[in-house]
T-cell receptor, first 116, second 117 residues
Framework: AQTVTQSQPEMSVQEAETVTLSCTYDTSESNYYLFWYKQPPSRQMILVIR??????QNATENRFSVNFQKAAKSFSLKISDSQLGDTAMYFC?????????????FGTGTRLKVLA | GAVVSQHPSRVICKSGTSVKIECRSL??????MFWYRQFPKQSLMLMATSNEGSKATYEQGVEKDKFLINHASLTLSTLTVTSAHPEDSSFYIC?????????????FGSGTRLTVV
């Protein structure tokens, strides 16, 4: 069975600094997607970044980038130039679908606080 | 693009009544939608996957007669909590699959906080 582990329940970072959130997963599948979602106090889930497993190049979205290590099953998120608005809960998620059956598994989340 | 609208955002109902939550894709066709439940300070748990025009696939341990899912059109999926009880109180979130130039994406509704009294 697939699992997603986020080992950092809480983290804090000074404004303008860089922070890395860790995520590891376990699967026997070769094709899958990985995501990072942000959930601010409003509880709206916001897609931060996504990575397809067959792509070796690490995904980037402005200040957000990932370090995807497929062999190590690691998918960390780096936030550069942290802003106060980045304060939120961050969830790592694994998804694959085989023959129309979807498996979408979320980690337990990392609460990030950006300090002024 | 790829916006999902979820209503209502909050609902309070009496024990024993039923509540319907709607999830609409506004600017794309959602052939596949997902329903999640989130307990306070916990992660999202997938309840079921719904495909337009067919029966929903429920995750293990989720009562299909309790949580009725209907995905009758490409833009609307509904979750009905039947004969609600206080233990059904939770935050429910829908999500829809979309395709763009980067491949598969999944966008979420804003969630519904259900309180059963």
């Amino acid at each position: 069975a697939q699992t997603v582990t986020q080992s950092q329940p809480e983290m804090s970072v000074q404004e303008a600094e860089t922070v890395t959130l860790s995520c590891t997963y376990d699967t026997s599948e070769s094709n899958y997607y990985l995501f990072w979602y942000k959930q601010p106090p409003s509880r709206q889930m916001i897609l931060v970044i996504r990575q397809e497993a067959y792509k070796q190049q690490n995904a980037t979205e402005n200040r957000f980038s990932v370090n995807f290590q497929k062999a190590a099953k690691s998918f960390s998120l780096k936030i550069s130039d942290s802003q106060l608005g980045d304060t939120a809960m961050y969830f790592c998620a694994f998804m694959n679908h085989v023959s129309g059956t979807y498996k979408y598994i979320f980690g337990t989340g990392t609460r990030l606080k950006v300090l002024a | 693009g790829a916006v999902v609208s979820q209503h209502p955002s909050r609902v309070i109902c009496k024990s024993g009544t039923s509540v319907k939550i709607e999830c609409r894709s506004l600017d794309f066709q959602a052939t596949t939608m997902f329903w999640y439940r989130q307990f306070p300070k916990q992660s999202l748990m997938l309840m079921a996957t719904s495909n337009e025009g067919s029966k929903a696939t429920y995750e293990q341990g989720v009562e299909k007669d309790k949580f009725l899912i209907n995905h009758a059109s490409l833009t609307l999926s509904t979750l009905t909590v039947t004969s609600a009880h206080p233990e059904d109180s939770s935050f429910y979130i829908c999500s829809a699959r979309f395709l763009d130039r980067r491949g598969d994406g999944y966008t979420f509704g804003s969630g519904t906080r259900l309180t059963v009294v």
